[in-house]
Nanobody, 120 residues
């Protein structure tokens, strides 16, 4: 079973930066998009950013201009560069790989989550 392995979380002061990485432990075919989601205590998991195979990106309004998502298709790896971090960015961050089969069925791979804590 292929797993997504995340790294890069931690504790940082407001205004600081962190870079998250997520790599697949094996080969995954048919990846249509990669993305990052986050979940703060008491809240639902929310979309942070996605990047499609061809490169188009989407961002949550709350992170636009501060976060940048990128991917390395050859390495099956996705990154999230987080700058100007705010305390409200504190959450567990999850990476996601979505595949689309020939019959258009989708399947989601999820990472185990990495904690990001931003102190004020």
């Amino acid at each position: 079973q292929v797993q997504l392995v995340e790294s890069g979380g931690g504790l940082v002061r407001a205004g600081g930066s962190l870079r998250l990485s997520c790599a697949a432990s094996g080969i995954i075919f048919g990846i249509a998009s990669m993305g990052w989601y986050r979940q703060a205590p008491g809240n639902q998991r929310e979309l942070v950013a996605t990047i499609a195979r061809g490169g188009p990106t989407t961002y949550a309004d709350s992170v636009k201009g501060r976060f940048t998502i990128s991917r390395d298709n050859a390495k099956n790896t996705v990154y999230l560069q987080m700058n100007s971090l705010k305390p409200e960015d504190t959450a567990v961050y999850y990476c996601n790989f979505r595949t689309v089969g020939r019959d258009r069925t989708t399947y989601d791979y999820w990472g185990q989550g990495t904690q990001v804590t931003v102190s004020s």
